[in-house]
Structures are given as C-alpha cells and as structure tokens.
C-alpha cells in the first residue's frame, strides 16, 4: 500500500488547492451537458425500440433519473472528488447490473470516466486516493465474478455480441473470449482514467513549482535591487560625510587663523579666508554631484536615462590629487608630507578608479581627524603601490581634550574597507602620535560586496 501511495504523489508536500468559483461553475454546465447528452442517448434508444417496449412513464422516469443522477454527481467532482468517485463507481455496478442499456451507453461510460480521472487529478489526500484505487479493483474482480459466475451475464454477452458459442472462429472458446473481452475493456477504461488523472495531477504540481519557484526569483531579485540601493545610498553617505567632515575642518583651521592674524596682518587674513571661499565652493559642489548622482538613480529607476538633461559629472579624486589635498590640509601650526611609492614607473595610475577613490577619501578623513581631534604639528601621508594598494597616515599629536567624535568617521573607513575586502589598522603609535594604516588587494578590486548589516550602517546618513 505504502508503494502505491508513494506511486501517486503522498509523499509529496503539496496538496492540491481547492476549486474556484469560476471552476466550480463550469463544473455545473458540465453536468447539465452530461444529462443533456445522456438524455438525447436515451431518447435515440428509446426511438430504435431499444428498450424492447419499456416505455411507461415509469420506466421513462428512471431512465432519465439515472442519467441526471450522475450529472448531478460531477457538480462535486473536484470539491469531493474521491466521495463523487465512490459514488460514480457504486452508480456504474448497480446500474448496469439494473439498467444496463442505460448504464452503458457512451455518454454515461464517458461520464464514470471523467469522476475516475477527477479523483486522480484532484484528490487531496493521496493515501486515501490509494485505498479508493485499492477498493475500485476488489470490486472490480467480484463484479466481473458475479455477473459470469452466478448470473446470465455471460448469455447476455453472447447475444449483445451477436455470437454463437458452439461455433468458436478464433484461438479462444467463447466462454474464455467473453471474459476476456469484458476484463480488458475494464481494464483499459479504469486504468486510462487512473493514468490520465495521475498526468493531470502531477501538471498540476510542477505548475505551482514553477509558479513557487518565479515568485522565489521575483522577491530575490527585489531584495538584490534593494541591496543595490542600500550599498549605494551608504556609498553616497560615505562620500557625504568625508567631503563636509574635510571641508568644513578646513574652513575652521583658516577661520581660526584669519581671526588671529586680522588686525596684524590683514593680507594673511585675507589669504586665510580665500582657502575658506575656495573650500566652501569645493565642499557645496562635491555634495550637489554626490545628490545630483542620487537623483539620477532615482530617475533611472523610473525609466528615464541619465543623459535626459542632466549634464556630465566631474570625475571623482583619485591618487592624482592626494597633493592638492595634502596642500590644503597644511597649516601654519601642522605641517604635511606626502610621498608615493611605487613599484614600477606609473602603477599608480593603473590602480582600479574604486580604489583611488576610497584611498583618496581615506586620506582625507584621517587628515581632517588629526585636525580637529589632535595636537600634532606634523603628518605624513605616504601611498604604496606594488601588489597592494596600501595607505598610511601617520602624526605626532596627542588627542585634544573634548574633541572626541563619533566615530563615524573611522566606521566609514573600515566599511570602504571591507567593500574591496581589504584591511584596516588604527590606533595610538609605540611612540606619540597616531596611525592609520589601509590595505587594499587589487586582486580584489572587482569583488566589492554589499555589507551584512548595510541597512543598519546606512544610518550614517542621518
């Protein structure tokens, strides 16, 4: 028993859904067509004198009955198909048994087809279904038994056949021929029906798979793009804090030198303020191209091209212009050296634009730290390349008192960091002062991942 369940899908984790409104109505117009087309059969035969003179509105009235009480049977046939199955079955032996031209004429054969296939394709409970299929052949043998056995099954079978068995033409006797010819039309409508509606049922489940499996790429997909969106708005976050972090440190730096050197040396001041002009000019338009690259996301998003009105962007910094970045971080009370060191003659300009964006924006906010958050009077910027693109930033200070930040700066580093999977070290030198040392594979500059906990750190954007 457990082989045929398994045969039949019960170990299967799906159980097939109720039908629809819509289907049980067609369920509906298919029975009346049942009993439409039955009763037409019935009023052929009746035409034919088939019936051999049963023609009282009795026996007119049961013979309709019978045919109406098997469409009326199909109107469930997918709500309760394994009862309607078990009905049809019960309905097939005592009819054909008390109304056998009634029974067997082509519309009803077709009809007791159709609930055995819908048990197949529609039951729910496939155990059950096996022990219906179980119970449909037992009763299937002993019908057979009883009607060649102990009724006049057998002579009605000769003269339905239109045969003579004392004059056998074939390889079998008549007795054997007759037995066999029932058996195997059995055989073949019950087994077709059982085959059919174990194809329908099995179309059925790989369907819903299907359906499953697209509804399962279709949310993967979305929470990729969400992903997407996330990594870039931290990106632009990124980018956000480290250009108003340096800027705005800088403005402070010349303010605070123009405010001294005012009243004593107003060229100075004037000079002092110039850097605070420029850098402003420089902050407002890095941020308008961070903002302005958002926008153009979120009308790429909406299906407009980034070309529909929207001019060019200005490159991003690179290692190009660490030295405009070190000049302008120099001041008279911190003095900043920058040297590169390369492996070969122009191998910094070969290193991937991601890494010399985030070498660059590294740089600038360890720069911008040491001015707001450290005493030192001298930093050193050095960049190498070889097989790694490696960043170190080095000073003598000591932290200032009650300048202590929020560390979203260095959390913005570790997290540029770990996107081109490379490593971060920072912390108080043996000596005075403090370092930052980054390295960055340019093996891995491809391999940019989207960071485990990126909606949380998108916070930084606040």
Known sequence: MDRIAHLLGADEDWRRPPPSPAQRRIDVLIAVAVYLLAALSIELMRSLNAFDGANSWGE??????????????????????IIVAGLATMHLYVMGTLEPLVAGNLVMQVAYFFAVYTAVAWSRDRRALGYLLVAFVLTLVLWLAWMFALSSGLQDMYANLGVKPTEPAGLFSAPIAAVGWTTLNNLLFFGGAVLLGQVAWRGALHTQR????????????????????????????RELHDVVAHHVSVMGV????????????????????????????????????????????????????????HPDRAPQPDLGDLDELVAQATTPTCSVTYSLVEES??????????LQLTAYRIVQESLANVRRHSTATRASVVIRVDEELEVEVLDNGAPRPGTSGTGLGQQGMRERADLLGGTVEMGRRHGPGYRVRVTLPLSAQDQVRVPADATGAAGVVS
């Open 60 to 81: 007119v009235l049961t013979q309709h009955l019978v045919a109406a009480s098997v469409g009326l049977l199909l109107v469930f046939r997918r709500s309760h198909p």
């Open 210 to 237: 299907e359906v499953k499996y697209a509804e399962t790429i279709r949310s993967q997909a979305a929470r990729l793009r969400d992903q997407a969106v996330v990594a870039e708005r931290l990106r632009i976050a």
């Open 254 to 309: 010349q303010a605070a030198a123009a405010r001294r050197v005012l009243t004593k040396n107003p060229d100075a001041a004037r000079e002092a303020l110039g850097a605070i002009e420029g850098s402003s000019r420089s902050a407002v338009g890095q941020m308008r191209e961070l903002l302005g690259t958002l926008r153009s996301g979120e009308l790429a998003a909406d299906g407009a091209t980034e070309e529909s009105g």
């Open 345 to 354: 003659p122009g191998a910094a300009g070969a290193v991937p634009p991601a």
